[in-house]
């Protein structure tokens, strides 16, 4: 018989359709998510309902997640990022809200133009997902991404290195960037 933490990695919605399972994800990554999320809005109050938020979230859609796809800490990441910019776009709808709860965090937030794209950790988890969907492409199409886009080296240089024609490492640029996209829109995250 597997435990509640066992589960929290495996199988179709990883566990997480019931009370146990999302209880062992929680206990899991739960520090991590809340500590992530506290850096981004730098309010421990709203770092609890939006780490809280996660994982209902995960719970409710559960049988979305495919540990094919990426690994539950991955998946989880993904929506407390979404979580936390829903929580910074509301803040700006309600910049009243935050100011009766005293919450300066939230309202530099809200008048900050990147919001929380500016924190190393989000950077840090975006770095991952796209890492994640980089694993996914062919061994040609991430190459001539990794080259030509991440390292940006001249693609007359990547091409002559590989041996290929220019047109040819164009074309795997242009399909391996379709194929990344498809990735990341199954991962469930916007490119």
Do not use: C
Request: charged share 25%.
């Amino acid at each position: 018989m597997r435990t509640a933490e066992a589960r929290a990695e495996t199988g179709p919605g990883a566990g997480l359709g019931d009370e146990d399972g999302v209880h062992a994800a929680y206990l899991q990554h739960g520090p991590e998510i809340y500590r992530f999320v506290l850096r981004s809005l730098g309010d421990p109050g709203a770092a609890e309902d939006v780490t809280q938020e996660t994982f209902l979230k995960a719970w409710r859609h559960a049988e979305r997640y495919d540990p094919g796809l990426a690994s539950l800490r991955v998946w989880l990441f993904g929506i407390a990022r979404n979580a936390v910019i829903d929580h910074v776009r509301a803040a700006r709808v309600r910049p009243w809200q935050s100011a009766l709860a005293g919450d300066e965090a939230v309202q530099a937030a809200v008048h900050d133009a990147g919001g929380p794209a500016g924190d190393p950790s989000e950077r840090l988890v975006g770095q991952w997902v796209v890492e994640e969907a980089l694993l996914r492409l062919s061994e040609q199409h991430r190459v001539a991404i990794v080259q030509t886009h991440l390292r940006e080296r001249p693609y007359d240089e990547v091409a002559a290195e590989l041996g290929v024609p220019v047109g040819t490492l164009r074309s795997r640029v242009f399909y391996g960037l379709k194929a990344l996209r498809a990735a990341m829109d199954e991962m469930g995250v916007a490119p």
